[in-house]
């Protein structure tokens, strides 16, 4: 076998390794990127308002520190029409929740889809409403009738299937109501929108993986470069 071949054969399987590899470290980081928020276990306090760039706007209290949340205001969106929540100062206690993670009873709602039409919106903060409506089926059906909502929800199904947030992007968080009596009960689930800070980990394992390969690469190309000079040598003397 020639020189050159030998060197390309030893080249191409190299590259083979390197694309095997950078398909498991792209599974990785897509397994990574799951929304996986740092959100507190303990109940909060939330107090909604009208607005106009949105269904809401949302106050949260007693959100313990260190967490991905904190005390503030978000702009918030109902995903439950079977109660007219209460506005400010009427508070309400709520858990929240990934949208990435629901809890069970919210676990086959479309969340790909709301994911998506936050973070395509279109038209006004009513017809980004409609659509989140027409995803999030907790009463049976919803039929928009906003042109653009319908534009939006033809987006989201044409491109919004498995659709997950990446670093940065818009991620829902479920605020799901703990009715605490004298509080008032008429509470919607609903949801606020935060930039998903979760950053992609490297993998670790990978790290002995891309040694490995960087000293193969090098073996191969030391071993290619002593080819060529033994070939060279070898023309020389032939003279």
Known sequence: MGIAMRFKKNLSLVCVI???VSLVMVSHIAVAADGGLN?????????????TESYFVTVLSDVPAGYDVENGT??????????????????????????IEPPGTLAAEKWDMVNYVLNHKQGSAEDIQQAIWYFINLV???????????????????NGNGFIPGYGQTIAVICFPVVILPQP???????IE??????????????????????LMTVIAYKGRHLWVRAAQRKTDLR
């Open 18 to 20: 390197l694309v095997a």
């Open 39 to 51: 959100l507190p276990s303990t109940l909060v306090r939330i107090e909604v308002s009208d607005d």
């Open 74 to 99: 978000y702009a918030g969106w109902c995903v439950d029409r079977t109660a007219d929540m209460l506005r400010s100062p009427a508070v309400h206690t709520v858990r929240l929740y990934s949208s």
């Open 140 to 158: 049976g059906n919803y039929t928009p009738t906003s042109g653009v909502a319908w534009a939006i929800i033809n987006d989201a199904i044409a």
């Open 185 to 191: 009960t008429d509470v919607q689930i609903n949801i």
């Open 194 to 215: 935060i930039s998903n800070p979760v950053i992609p980990e490297f993998p670790s394992l990978m790290i002995p993986v891309i040694f490995a390969i960087a000293t």
